[in-house]
C-alpha cells in the first residue's frame, strides 16, 4: 500500500469519515473484526461498531474500490453462545429430512438438489437396488 493510500484512510479520530478510521493492517490490536471474534469464541455482544479498516481492491466494483471491514472492540465481546442439547437434535433432525428421498424413501447420504426434489438415482429414473 502506498503512502498516499494509508494517509488517505488514516482517521483515528472519524472527523473524516465518520467513524475511527485506519488502512490495512493498521488498526488497534484490541479492535477486530466479526470473523476474527468468532475465532476466539466471541461475538460483538450488542456493541456498537468501533472502527473500520479501509483498503482498496481492484477485484471490488465499488466507487473508487474501496472495501470496508468494520471492527469491534474485543473487551467488550461477549463469549459465544452453545446451542442447547434440544436445539442440536432439531438441527440434526432437519438435517436428515434434506436426505431423504420422497420418491425412494432412501437416506441419499447428501442434501438432495432442490431443483430435482429427489435424489439423483431416482431423478435419472434407475432402479435402486435394495
Not at 22 to 28: D, E, G
Not at 105 to 126: E, K, Q, S
Amino acid at each position: 500500500m502506498s503512502h498516499r493510500t494509508a494517509a488517505r484512510f488514516f482517521d483515528p479520530t472519524g472527523a473524516r469519515h465518520g467513524i475511527p478510521t485506519w488502512p490495512w493492517r493498521m488498526a488497534p490490536p484490541h479492535l477486530v473484526t466479526r470473523r476474527q471474534l468468532a475465532a476466539r469464541g466471541l461475538r460483538p455482544g450488542g456493541q456498537d461498531i468501533a472502527g473500520q479498516v479501509l483498503w482498496r481492491s481492484r477485484r471490488y466494483n465499488a466507487p473508487g474500490g474501496v472495501r470496508a471491514a468494520y471492527l469491534y472492540d474485543v473487551r467488550l465481546a461477549l463469549p459465544k453462545r452453545t446451542a442447547t442439547d434440544r436445539q442440536r437434535a432439531a438441527l440434526a433432525k432437519a438435517l436428515k429430512a434434506r436426505r431423504i428421498c420422497p420418491d425412494c424413501g432412501t437416506d441419499a447420504g447428501y442434501v438432495l438438489p432442490r431443483h430435482l426434489g429427489t435424489c439423483l438415482d431416482c431423478a435419472a429414473g434407475w432402479e435402486v437396488a435394495s
